[in-house]
């Protein structure tokens, strides 16, 4: 059984409020982390090994490190609640039931960042948990946990949260930043990282949710006990929101040493596939990332089980592997289309692209209306190869990375699904009653 740091609590009756939460040990990490020096509480995030779980696991301690600190320079902690990776619901099960985790870390690292003023912008479409958040956040503060000389400690702490209106694009952090400035979610190019120019070109450190959160238990246990958690450079536990064709979709946390058929078919964790279907592939990551069919799913090409980490997830490379990614886990059965589903992905990226860039702008458009016709049977066997010269012609030729997450997961497709998409070629009268699923498994 995965140990649990984030949820331990989570099933507790009225965790949500302040009362029960500080009953069961809440803000006890705060107050230790108050009485280090903020230098000390680096160290331990470094120590932990905790990389970024809103999905590019960049190092949290190293970005934290990297903050600009200039003399009289206000700095600020934004905490990227616009989760909307298709697939990725873990964050907002954290701020529906355990706000206070979120506010116990957001003081930790705002004390740690000497930011007095931190922000938390949730995507728009969560639209009942602002209330909860502010609640929590009202609470903290009558209790002496924000505000003004929190503990006595001379640390002042505001924190406000601010909703998004419904667009993907904001999740990005540059884009997040400009929409947080009162402005449109234009993404902004980088370097400057906001560690250096962030919020109104204040340093600005831009961490998700669950980082945030997993502050928490890294100062009750400590960062080299953390790091102990996991396997590699994949420390301590991660939340995967799993959905798609299992018998217990939901949020779970593992602790990144069980494998990926032991966490699809366990009944611990998502309970096999319904009605005995076989698996097809699974998206791991978020709908960012290369799907994987079964027999790389659930072995690396040397025949080692693959886990359900960083590392092993993306061993052999895009080629044969995917990504961590946010941890938005999604199988696919035996039944589902690879062409409908790629096709469904692309509509998404398209409509979500601010349109600054033109490869991302026009190539995600051409890719969606290229598949909407091989799904409808119209398309050539040509159409596959533009597909495919498409896709690689916008990787790597955009400002942010929603360019890059509309090319990967059409690349993905052809490269381990190119029999399905030369089906659909083939067989134009099936294509819109039976998909390549049902005929050839
Ligand atoms: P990134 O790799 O460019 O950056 C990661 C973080 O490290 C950023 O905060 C960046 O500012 C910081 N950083 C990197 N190099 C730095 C340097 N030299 N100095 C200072 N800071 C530095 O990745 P990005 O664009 O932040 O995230 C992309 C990921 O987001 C994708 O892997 C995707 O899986 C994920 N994603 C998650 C979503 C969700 O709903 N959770 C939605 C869409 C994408
Ligand atoms: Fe906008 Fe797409 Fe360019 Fe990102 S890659 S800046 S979403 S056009």
Request: overall charge negative; proline content about 5%; glycine content about 12%.
């Amino acid at each position: 059984m995965s140990k649990k740091l984030l949820l331990k609590n989570a099933h507790i009756e009225g965790i949500r409020y302040f009362e029960t939460y500080r009953k069961h040990g809440g803000y006890e990490s705060a107050e230790k982390a108050l009485k280090m020096k903020p230098e000390e509480i680096l160290e331990e995030v470094k120590t932990s090994g905790l990389r970024g779980r809103g999905g590019a696991g960049f190092p949290t301690g190293m970005k934290w490190s990297f903050l600009a600190k200039p003399e009289g320079v206000p700095r600020h902690l934004v905490v990227n609640a616009d989760e909307s990776e298709p697939g990725t619901f873990k964050d907002r099960y954290l701020m529906e039931f355990l706000p206070h985790l979120l506010i116990e870390g957001m003081l930790i690292a705002s004390y740690t960042l000497g930011s007095n003023t931190s922000y938390i912008y949730i995507r728009g479409e969560y639209s009942w948990i602002p209330d909860i958040l502010e609640a929590a956040i009202d609470e903290a503060k009558a209790a002496g946990f924000l505000g003004k000389n929190i503990l006595g400690t001379g640390f002042d702490l505001e924190i406000y949260v601010q909703r998004g209106a419904g667009a993907y694009i904001c999740g990005e952090e540059t884009a997040l930043l400009e929409s947080l400035e009162g402005r449109r979610g234009n993404p902004r190019l980088k370097p400057p990282f906001p560690a250096v120019k962030g919020l109104w070109e204040r340093p600005t450190v831009v961490n998700n949710v669950e980082s945030i959160a997993a502050v928490v238990p890294i100062i009750e246990i400590g960062g080299a006990e953390y790091s102990k958690i996991g396997v590699g450079r994949s420390t301590g536990t991660k939340l995967i929101s799993a959905c798609g064709n299992i018998n217990k979709p939901g949020v779970y946390e593992i602790d990144m040493t069980i494998t990926v058929e032991e966490f699809i078919y366990s009944d611990e964790y998502c309970g096999g596939i319904p009605n005995g279907k076989k698996l097809k592939a699974c998206i791991p990551g978020g709908s960012s990332v290369p799907i994987v069919p079964a027999n790389l799913l659930l072995k690396t090409i040397n025949g080692e089980p693959r886990y359900m980490n960083y590392e092993s997830l993306s061993d052999g490379g895009f080629a044969t592997g995917t990504m961590m990614g946010s941890g938005g886990f999604i199988v696919l059965d035996e039944d589902q289309s690879v062409v409908e589903h790629t096709m469904t992905l692309a509509r998404f990226y398209n409509h979500e692209s601010c349109g600054q860039c033109t490869p991302c702008r026009e190539g995600t458009g051409w890719m969606y209306k290229i598949l909407k016709k091989i799904w409808k049977g119209e398309g050539k066997m040509e159409d596959i190869d533009l597909l495919w010269d498409i896709q690689r012609k916008i990787e790597g030729n955009t400002i942010c990375p929603l360019g890059d997450a509309a090319a990967w997961p059409v690349a993905a497709a052809i490269r381990h699904f190119r029999d399905e998409f030369e089906w659909y070629v083939n067989n134009p009268e099936l294509s819109q009653t039976q998909n390549y699923g049902l005929a050839n498994y």
